[in-house]
Each structure stands twice: as structure tokens, then as C-alpha cells.
């Protein structure tokens, strides 16, 4: 794994923009970034591929064990939802995609630091903008990414058991989260369906049909919803959710797997496994570790512990229960840039990778994405 120099392309901004990528400078400064990229052996693509395997059968091993422990308290998950998990579960509800975050150091397998199961920020930029930079900048190089085939998959696989409607929603005003959807609705088109965008504050409840509708009064019966699930459990509205028949994407059951709880379960369940860190739900008597928030998300507030003090921290909004996880660094690259691996699941496929990388050894909203490459030879 290198970080190569690379020259941006002529008009860079437009071209992004024209696929769909609007948000890629946040307060002047690039947000994609091809300047650089990092280039990748087939052997370390082949090591990402088999761990991203690997680790999805940890995680769906360690559902079942929480569902059969009815081990929810530590996930936070409030009791009037926790049927809908199981049933979900039970059902086999589909999942579409998921990102595991990793860290990949010479010498070491590839660690979990933990799982983006439930809202799959970066999508757009890993599996289209990256795409087309290689096509551009690097035609004889390869790229670890199929998502875009494997989400036409597993659209047509929905499409055929059901022929309803399928609606994508986000929060209104938020450029990335709205491009986003629209991809996967992009997508959804492509493999044959009907779809609306909603957002999500526009989606109405009808009490008498006990549906959600959209702004015709059509009830609303598979949508996805660019929302985590711990939001909607607290929101006002979120018991409709126990009333209608809708279908979520991502389904309820990834609400375990997009909390950091599930790192200590998995420690747990598989102690001293090579891609596992060890985690716990209190702080370690010794070593480095990391404290991070059960349902805080894009870095926040997550603290850096060194020999029992407190070296280094993200500012955020989230104060709740947290878990701790044996500090494990982030590559660095010309002593000043610390890299990460998102490893994407689609419909159960290992099928592409993004980096995101930063100055700081802690991943935030606004670390730079950076495109990968790799060769056959």
C-alpha cells in the first residue's frame, strides 16, 4: 500500500459534479481529492476481500447470539422495539449494503475498528467517482469495485419478489446524504423499479389506514431510509413504525450492527480472532486504548487514552454509553497522513473499497476520500 502523486484533472469540480458528486469541497478545501491515490498489490486486495468475508460472518454469527441472549440493554435498543428486531431477523429481512471500516498495517492482518452498517455514507464516491477517475487517470491499473453491478443485483433480486413502489429518503437540505440516495435510486431504476424520493420530513402517517404515505396520500410499503435506526427509535413517529406494514432498508435487524456494542460482543465471541481489536464495555486497566460513543458516529467524540491519560479527542454531540477498543494506529504515509480502508458489502459480496484519509489518527466527516488502484502483475 503506497500514496502516489497524481495531477488532478482539468476542471476536476465539474466533471465530479457532472456524476452526480456536488459536495466535494467542504470550506474551500477538497473533500475528493485526486491528487494523490493510493496504490494497492493484488495480494493486499485479495487479504482486504477475504477479511471483509470474514468479518461479515462474524457479524451476522454475533445477531444471533444477541437475539438469542435477548442481550438488547447494552445496545441501547428500547424494549417496544426490540420484536421488530428479532422478526426482522427471523425473516431473513434483505440487507443491501454495509462499510466496514479498517485498518491495514504492514505486517498485520487487517483490524475492525468498526461497522457502518446502517447508512452507507462515501457510497457515490466509491463506487462511481473513483470509478471514472481510473478510467481517466489510470486506464491500465485496476480498482477493487464492483458495488454499482452488485446494487443492479440485488435491486432486480427486490424487484422480483415485490412490485411495489420503492420510495428513497434523507434529510432535507443535506447535499451529500440526498446524492446519495438518489444513486442507490439510480440504481433501483436501472434494475426495473418504480421509485420516489421523499424527504424524509415530507413522509406522512395516516392513523386510520395506519400507513406512511407520501405527499399523494400513497402508502409508502419499501423505502430506504438514509436514517439510523437509533434516530427513528426516539423520534416521535417511531412507533408507527410497529403499526405499518412498511419495509425498511437498511431492515431493523442492522441496528445491532451499526452500534458499537457489537464490538465487545464480537470480541467476546471470538477472543484473539487476527481481525478483531480487543473491546470491552470498561476501560482496560492498562494499555492504549480508545473510548468510543455506542451511537456516535463520523469520529465524534472519541477519545485517545495512552498510558492511562488522555492524549487526543474528536468534539460531537454524543455523551451515552460508550465501549473501549485496544488502540490500533492507522497506517501513515509521509509522517503526516494517517489512512483508512472502507470495505463495502452489497447483497453479501466483498466489492469495493474506499480510503479516507486525514492528518488526524481519527477519522472525522471531513477526512479528505482518496481513490485506490492496484495492479494484476
Not at 31 to 37: G, L, M, P, R
Not at 119 to 129: D, K, M, N, Q, R
Not at 165 to 181: G, L, P, Q, S
Amino acid at each position: 500500500m503506497r500514496r502516489m502523486q497524481c495531477q488532478p484533472r482539468v476542471d476536476w469540480q465539474k466533471t465530479v459534479e457532472s456524476q452526480g458528486m456536488y459536495y466535494h469541497t467542504a470550506d474551500g478545501v477538497p473533500y475528493w481529492d485526486e491528487s494523490v491515490y493510493y496504490e494497492f498489490t493484488s495480494t493486499e486486495v485479495d487479504t482486504i476481500e477475504a477479511a471483509t468475508y470474514t468479518l461479515d460472518a462474524l457479524c451476522l454469527d454475533a445477531v444471533q447470539q444477541v437475539i438469542d441472549r435477548d442481550g438488547f440493554d447494552c445496545f441501547q435498543i428500547p424494549p417496544r422495539y426490540r420484536d421488530l428486531i428479532r422478526r426482522s431477523w427471523d425473516v431473513d429481512e434483505h440487507t443491501i449494503v454495509g462499510r466496514f471500516d479498517l485498518s491495514m498495517t504492514e505486517g498485520r492482518p487487517p483490524k475492525l475498528l468498526e461497522y457502518n452498517a446502517d447508512t452507507p455514507t462515501a457510497l457515490l464516491e466509491a463506487a462511481v467517482i473513483q470509478w471514472f477517475w481510473l478510467k481517466d487517470c489510470l486506464p491500465n491499473l485496476q480498482q477493487f469495485n464492483s458495488i454499482h453491478d452488485r446494487l443492479i443485483e440485488i435491486f432486480k433480486e427486490l424487484r422480483e419478489k415485490t412490485g411495489e413502489r420503492f420510495y428513497f429518503a434523507a434529510i432535507a437540505n443535506h447535499v451529500e446524504d440526498f446524492m446519495t440516495v438518489n444513486y442507490l435510486r439510480d440504481a433501483a431504476i436501472q434494475a426495473g423499479f418504480d421509485t420516489d424520493y421523499l424527504d424524509l420530513e415530507k413522509i406522512g402517517w395516516h392513523a386510520q389506514r395506519r400507513v406512511f404515505t407520501d405527499m399523494s396520500e400513497r402508502a409508502i410499503g419499501l423505502c430506504f431510509k438514509l436514517y439510523p435506526w437509533e434516530w427513528m427509535f426516539s423520534d416521535a413517529f417511531g412507533p408507527n413504525v410497529l403499526q405499518a406494514k412498511c419495509r425498511w432498508l437498511e431492515p431493523p435487524w442492522k441496528a445491532l450492527l451499526s452500534n458499537k456494542a457489537i464490538l465487545p460482543v464480537l470480541w467476546e465471541l471470538n477472543p484473539g480472532h487476527p481481525n478483531l481489536l480487543p473491546s470491552s464495555f470498561e476501560p482496560p486497566t492498562h494499555g492504549n486504548y480508545i473510548k468510543k460513543p455506542i451511537l456516535g458516529r463520523e469520529g465524534a467524540n472519541i477519545q485517545v487514552f495512552e498510558g492511562g491519560k488522555l492524549t487526543l479527542e474528536n468534539p460531537g454531540p454524543y455523551d451515552g454509553p460508550a465501549v473501549y477498543q485496544e488502540l490500533c494506529p492507522l497506517p501513515r504515509f509521509e509522517d503526516r497522513y494517517f489512512a483508512l480502508i472502507g470495505s463495502w458489502m452489497v447483497n453479501g459480496w466483498a466489492c469495493g473499497m474506499g480510503i479516507r484519509e486525514d492528518e488526524n489518527p481519527i477519522t472525522g466527516n471531513l477526512s479528505r476520500f482518496v481513490p485506490h488502484a492496484f495492479s494484476s502483475s
